[in-house]
C-alpha cells in the first residue's frame, strides 16, 4: 500500500506542566504493584498471564507472571522521532495474537529532518517485534498533539486517533486525517469515522456504545461518545459550548479543572479514566454522568485497562513532566492489598 504524505506542519513550543508527584504510600485507594522499571510505558495489553506495555522509547515491556519485566526490542521501517510526547505510542494485539503473533503499532518518526506519524502492522518472532506492513504513514504532526490511541472493537475492527498536529483547523477538515479518529476498513484502508477533535487519547465501548477521551485546550477536557459522521467541535467549540450540526461533551470537568485524559476502560457501568495532568484514576458513573471516584497517588496516569475482573493502570512519571517515585514508571492493579 502506498504511503500517503502531507505537508510538514509548523511545531508549537511544548508548554511546561506541574504535576502533583508520586507518593503511592499516601495513595486513597488499595492497590498491587505488579511490575516496575518501565520506561515511559504508553498503552497495555494482557494476553492469559502476560502483559505486552508500549514504551514510548521504542521497546515492548513483557510482564511475566510472576512480574519480571523484558524490554523486547521493536524493528521500526523509520527512526522514532525525538520530538516531545513522540516516539512508540498506541499498541494493540490482534484478536487472533496468540496464533498469529501480530500487533497494530503507532508511532512517531523522523523523515527528512521531519516528524510524523505512522500506523503500521508488527510481528512478534525470537522476543521481539518486526514491522511487516505500513497502513497509514505520513500523516502531520507537531511538536505535540500526536494522538496516537489504537483499539480493536467487539467486531474485530481497528480505531485510531490521530491529534490535529497543532494546527486546530485541520480538525474541521475532512481532507485531512488530523484531529480525527479513523476506522480500518476490509480492504485495509483508514477511513473516517469522526471529526473535530483535538487531542483524543482513548477509546473504550460499554454496551456497543463508543466513548473517546480528549484534552482541552486548557481545560475543557472532554469524554466523547462518539457516532459515525459526526463533528465534536474542535476549534469551534469546546467543553460544554454548543453550535448546531456539533457534538457536546458527554462529560466535561469544565473551565476550572485539567485532567489531561489519556487511556480510558470500561467495568461494571464505570468509566475509568487515566489522568495526567490531573494525576489520578478518575471515575465516571456512565449512567448518571458523575464522578464517584478519584483514585490519587500516583503521578501521572497513562493507561488504564480491564480483563474483564480487574483494573489496571500504568504511571508515566518518567516521561520528562512528572517527578519519579521509587522504581518508576510502574504497573498497578487495583484494590488488591
Known amino acids: 500500500m502506498k504511503r500517503l ?7 508549537m513550543v511544548l508548554a511546561g506542566c506541574n504535576d502533583a508527584p508520586a507518593n503511592p504510600k499516601e495513595a486513597n485507594v488499595a492497590t498491587e504493584a505488579i511490575a516496575g522499571g518501565l520506561e515511559i510505558p504508553w498503552t497495555i495489553n494482557k494476553i492469559n498471564d502476560d502483559f505486552y506495555i508500549s514504551e514510548r522509547t521504542g521497546t515492548v515491556a513483557h510482564v511475566a507472571v510472576d512480574g519480571q519485566v523484558t524490554h523486547q526490542p521493536v524493528n521500526f521501517s523509520d527512526p522514532l522521532s525525538s520530538a516531545a510526547e513522540a ?10 495474537f496468540a496464533e498469529s503473533k501480530q500487533a497494530y503499532g503507532y508511532y512517531v518518526y523522523e523523515q527528512d529532518g521531519r516528524s510524523f506519524n505512522k500506523i503500521a502492522r508488527f510481528v512478534q518472532a525470537d522476543g521481539s517485534w518486526n514491522e511487516t506492513d505500513v497502513l497509514l504513514a505520513g500523516i502531520p504532526t507537531g ?9 480493536i472493537d467487539e467486531n474485530g475492527m481497528l480505531f485510531a486517533t490521530i491529534g490535529d498536529a497543532s494546527e486546530p483547523e485541520l480538525a474541521q477538515d475532512l481532507g485531512s486525517v488530523n484531529g480525527k479518529i479513523l476506522r480500518l476498513n476490509e480492504s485495509d484502508e483508514f477511513e473516517i469515522y469522526s471529526h473535530g477533535h483535538r487531542n483524543p487519547q482513548g477509546i473504550s465501548w460499554a ?3 463508543m466513548y473517546a477521551s480528549e484534552h482541552g485546550q486548557s481545560a475543557n477536557d472532554e469524554i466523547n461518545i462518539i457516532e459515525e459522521g459526526k463533528n465534536y467541535g474542535w476549534p469551534v467549540i469546546e ?3 454548543t453550535e448546531d450540526g456539533m457534538e457536546t461533551p458527554f ?3 469544565g473551565a476550572d479543572d485539567t485532567w489531561a485524559p489519556s487511556g480510558i476502560a470500561v467495568k461494571d457501568g464505570l468509566l475509568y479514566v487515566a489522568a495526567l495532568r490531573g494525576t489520578a484514576i478518575k471515575v465516571i458513573d456512565l449512567k448518571t454522568g458523575e464522578v464517584t471516584d478519584s483514585f490519587e497517588g500516583f503521578g501521572r496516569v497513562r493507561d488504564v485497562f480491564v480483563d474483564g475482573e480487574d483494573v489496571y493502570f500504568i504511571t508515566n512519571n518518567t516521561d520528562g513532566r512528572g517527578t519519579p517515585s521509587e522504581n518508576d514508571d510502574q504497573l498497578y492493579r487495583l484494590g488488591n492489598e
Open 5 to 11: 504524505l502531507f505537508p510538514f506542519l509548523s511545531l
Open 87 to 96: 516516539g512508540f505510542l498506541g499498541f494493540v494485539l490482534a484478536a487472533d
Open 143 to 151: 511538536n505535540v498533539h500526536h494522538g496516537g490511541r489504537l483499539e
Open 207 to 209: 454496551d456497543g456504545t
Open 239 to 241: 467543553g460544554d459550548a
Open 251 to 253: 462529560y466535561t470537568p
